[in-house]
């Protein structure tokens, strides 16, 4: 990947961004944040992925949000494809 049109980027999992030359071509975070955040970027996006962010707001029901989200997703998609199924295919009355 090109970053700024003049360094090519590599991002491996362990290390991060890093150029070719081994070096990392974004800032640091400052030390104080890290050291006063309550928590990790890493654990706040597992907790958004999972769901988990809802468990204060809907309860133990939170386990229910990704099914159903995934659910939602395959009906619009169907329900899109047919609509534009048959819009396309309807018969032109002269």
């Known amino acids: 990947m090109k970053f700024n049109d003049s360094t090519s980027v590599i991002f491996d999992y362990a290390r991060g961004a890093i150029t070719l030359e081994g070096k990392s071509p974004l800032t640091q975070m400052p ?3 890290i050291e006063t955040s309550p928590i990790s970027l890493w654990n706040t996006c597992l907790e958004i992925h999972t769901g988990r962010i809802f468990e204060p707001i809907i309860g133990p029901f939170y386990i229910l949000v990704v099914p159903l989200t995934g659910l939602a997703t395959i009906f619009i998609l169907i329900t899109g494809f047919f609509a534009w199924w048959m819009a396309k295919h309807r018969k032109k009355v002269s």
């Open 31 to 33: 030390a104080s944040i």
